[in-house]
């Protein structure tokens, strides 16, 4: 049965349940190495079947029902195509953002796409043909794009469907998309626009795609956001008191606080954060000044945070946190002056403009 629902929808080639173990692929016309280019009648053939839409692709889809997301990209490009895996290109990021987003559970390499199932993630992409980039393609390459999605959305019932790239949207819908959560659905599938992961997607950096996609696996994860309450330590010198978190993907700065317990009130949270923390239980609480919510997994049993930030100014003081601040994940703490934090990720991005008007 659901290998007669793929084939008629033009996708798994391999009729993989999502449980299944990785074989090799089929050594046949679709996936050997590359053919010579057909020309006159044959090569107008060809294109004819790219531009229908269900022509095999040199990069098998990866699905089945039931999924948290598939990703969408826009089409394979050439070493996709020689290895027969999605994003196969050494320098894209696709694989490594995945993992540094938390969304699979260990890093994956193009060759065991198909154990993305195992995690409930699925790849397709927009166009089926193979260029040598984006650019190559062609308005009638995605010619039945927008439908074959919708029987995805209608037919396997994937929670998310996220677009790899702003054109990978553009091409199946006709519109010029915003990145993030689209208010266009598919049925109950929601849409999702990433980032470029290809490395001629220079401009936008590597921090920028991780948020991208760690907001995309908090929205996706269904799971709540936390309370959350952090003081804006500053002293007499105007410095500011951040503490640093991160892993082997990236690093940021943020100001001192943490998860409200139930029941607590936004000072009584303040409060015993900064004392564990910093050792500070003497200060005047001042004002909210902000509001700002952080999307990820990176705390079990939520799908991010949203950060209360009260102003506290105090008098210059050494750091002395009642708990050892690497059990609480910190790596490192320090003062900073409004020029230094200039480059300095930090929690939210714009905390250094934030600082001058306080």
Known sequence: MLGALLRQLGLDRQDRAPGAQATPLPDDGLRR???????????????RRGRSGIAP?????????????????????RVS????????????????????????????????QFELLK?????????YRTTPGSGDLRRTDFAGAAERLE???????PAWIAFVGKEAYR????????????????????????PSTSPANAAVSWTQR??????????????????SVRGLVVDDRGRALLFRYGNEYGMWWVTPGGGQEPGESDEQTLRRELREECGLTEFELGPLLWTFEVRGLEEPGYGGA?????????????????LDPTLEGSHEQRWFGIEELAGVPTRPDDLAERLRLV
Request: charged share 20%; glycine share 10%; hydrophobic share 40%.
């Open 171 to 194: 091409g199946a819908f006709g519109e010029r998309p915003a990145l993030g959560v689209q208010e266009r659905t598919l049925g109950a599938t929601r849409l999702y626009v990433l």
């Open 306 to 322: 949203t950060h209360r930030t009260y102003l506290v100014r105090v008098p210059a003081f050494e750091n002395a946190p009642e």
């Open 33 to 47: 190495g590359p053919a010579q280019e057909p020309r006159g009648e044959a090569r107008r053939a060809a294109d």
């Open 119 to 127: 995690e409930g993630i699925g790849v397709t992409n927009a166009a």
């Open 151 to 157: 029987r995805i959305a209608r037919e396997l019932g």
């Open 81 to 112: 195509a020689a290895a027969h895996a999605h994003f196969a290109n050494p320098r894209n990021d696709f694989w490594r953002l995945l993992h540094a987003a938390r969304l699979t559970s260990r890093l994956y390499a193009p060759a065991e």
């Open 57 to 77: 692709s040199d990069v098998p889809d990866v699905l089945a029902p039931g999924l948290r997301i598939v990703f969408c990209g826009i089409n394979p490009g």
């Open 210 to 227: 991780l948020h991208a996609f760690q907001e995309l696996a908090g929205r996706a994860s269904g799971l709540p956001m936390r309370p």
